[in-house]
């Protein structure tokens, strides 16, 4: 019986050194689990306030006014989003391409014509945190940029800071069409792992 109870205490000791290998090996997929199903959830969450915001925006829907930012800030509900600040954001651009007749029509020759042949933006409005992301698809001087988020041909056919050339690999446009992109932004700090997923956050960009 006592050789029994001693061969039993330790393999009572090995089954410890065993778990223990093994639980740090389970913790680390228990987290991973854990930041990939958040991620997908607000990613999914991002998703619906992108598309729901450009199709809002093509259809003209003033989002400088209070009442309309409201709306994306209902939508990002649980995000952390507020309509001038938070953890989030949401970029809504109208873009266009510039030829020979929107030169002409803006008073300027062809050849005269700073931005001819060149992805311009000609309307930016942003609700959220404006310090948190930056969009590749142009950034105009806010001297260009009117109250209800509008820029005027003068300005969208002269100034280079309208320009967005990143837009050109995304999607090819004619001269004097027009695309949309509505971009959401969100900060996922309740995914952050400290050592093991950092700076996280959410983004989904829809065009029209």
């Known amino acids: 019986m006592r050789r029994g109870n001693r061969r039993a205490e330790?393999?009572?000791g090995n089954a410890i050194v065993?778990?223990?290998l093994v639980a740090t090996f389970l913790v680390s997929l228990l987290m991973g689990t854990f930041s990939i199903g958040m991620t997908l959830t607000r990613s999914v969450q991002a998703g619906?306030?992108?598309?729901?915001?450009?199709?809002?925006?093509?259809r003209y829907v003033d989002f400088t006014l209070t009442e309309n930012k409201d709306i994306l800030v209902?939508?990002?509900n649980g995000m952390g989003m507020t309509a001038t600040g938070g953890r989030?954001?949401?970029v809504m651009t109208q873009l266009t391409k510039i030829g020979d007749a929107q030169c002409v029509a803006g008073?300027?020759?062809p050849t005269t014509c700073p931005n001819n042949g060149q992805y311009v933006v000609v309307k930016r409005v942003s609700v959220g945190n404006t310090a948190i992301y930056t969009t590749t698809y142009g950034n105009p001087d806010?001297?260009?940029i009117r109250s209800d988020g509008t820029i005027i041909a003068s300005n969208f056919l002269n100034s280079a800071s309208v320009r967005a050339p990143a837009f050109g690999s995304v999607m090819a446009l004619n001269d004097g069409e027009f695309a949309y992109i509505s971009e959401a932004y969100f900060q996922t700090p309740e995914i952050t792992l400290?050592?093991?997923?950092?700076?996280t956050y959410v983004y989904q960009r829809n065009i029209f």
């Open 74 to 76: 209902r939508l990002a």
């Open 88 to 90: 989030g954001l949401v």
């Open 142 to 144: 806010a001297s260009v």
């Open 194 to 199: 400290p050592g093991y997923n950092n700076n």
């Open 107 to 109: 008073g300027l020759t």
């Open 18 to 20: 065993e778990f223990a």
């Open 48 to 58: 619906v306030v992108s598309r729901d915001a450009g199709a809002m925006f093509m």
């Open 10 to 12: 330790r393999e009572g």
